[in-house]
């Protein structure tokens, strides 16, 4: 058992060894056919700080600064949350309900802007408002934003919606912060930031964006979150009690509750 958990450490630990040396240019045919492999100063510090922040337990993308995301590459650092793949659901959801050119969309919580960005690539006629509270993580956005060069997001620092007028958005989306302060899972998620993960209770981001969101809205809007796997009945219930209709929950690729949608009537 502890043999075969060792074995697939190390299984990992090459592979990601083995991203980190070609994003330095070093390619496994190098490295497997020259004996007395040259590198150059910078490379061999480079090596050193990788291996450094491995055993720190610093996660790979935070390591080679780069997430992939709904197949684009984002540029990624300790300042925002590692764009996760079960978060691409959301992208989907909102290219598949086919929004009118110049449809407005509200994204709250931008970290990378992942999100946004991978909308505003698929479909260029839409309008997006990406807002983040936080400046570290709206820098890290806008260099996401220039290096794919989109030029329909406006990024804005904002207590979730609080800049936008009523009754003006055909779309609300957020991945926001939904773990409690006590939560387990914070020891596995160290080196990411904390504003990113946690809120009250696991609950208040929910109810502050609801509050804000049913008057933002267009009758006939619509919100979406990811949220935690247990939370599909908190988070629903909060939609209700806001006033949003047609409320139902999706699951991700292992069977969790992991989104929830509604509409303002
Ligand atoms: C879970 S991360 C999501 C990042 C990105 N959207 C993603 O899905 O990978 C939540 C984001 O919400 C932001 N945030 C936290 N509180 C906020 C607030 N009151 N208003 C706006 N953004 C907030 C954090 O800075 C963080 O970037």
Known sequence: MHAKSNASKHKYIIRDLGYFLK???????????????RLSKEQSLKIEMFFSSYLEGLP??????????YGNKFY??????????????????????????????AELGTGSGCISISLALENPNLK????????????????NV??????????????WISCIQRESLDLIISNPPYLKPNDQHLKDLKHEP???????????SFHEIAVQAISRLKSGGKI?????CSQAYEVSKILKENGFK???????????DRYTHAEKL
Request: hydrophobic content about 45%.
């Open 128 to 143: 997006i408002i990406a807002t983040d509270i936080s400046n570290d993580a709206l820098d890290v956005a806008n260099l």
């Open 76 to 105: 990624i650092d300790s300042r925002v949350l590692i764009p996760r793949p079960e978060t691409e659901f959301i992208v989907d959801w909102a290219l598949d309900l086919q929004l009118k050119k110049n449809s407005l969309i």
């Open 146 to 159: 220039n290096s794919h060069d989109v030029r329909n997001i406006l990024l804005v620092k904002s207590h």
């Open 194 to 204: 904390i504003i990113a993960l946690i809120t009250k209770n696991g609950l208040e």
């Open 60 to 69: 790979i993308d935070y390591i080679l600064n780069e997430s992939v995301f």
């Open 246 to 256: 047609n409320i139902l929950s999706e699951q991700d690729l292992q069977g969790l």
């Open 224 to 228: 979406i979150f990811e949220h935690g």
């Open 23 to 37: 994003s330095l240019g070093i390619s496994d045919t190098v490295i497997a056919l020259e004996d007395n492999l």
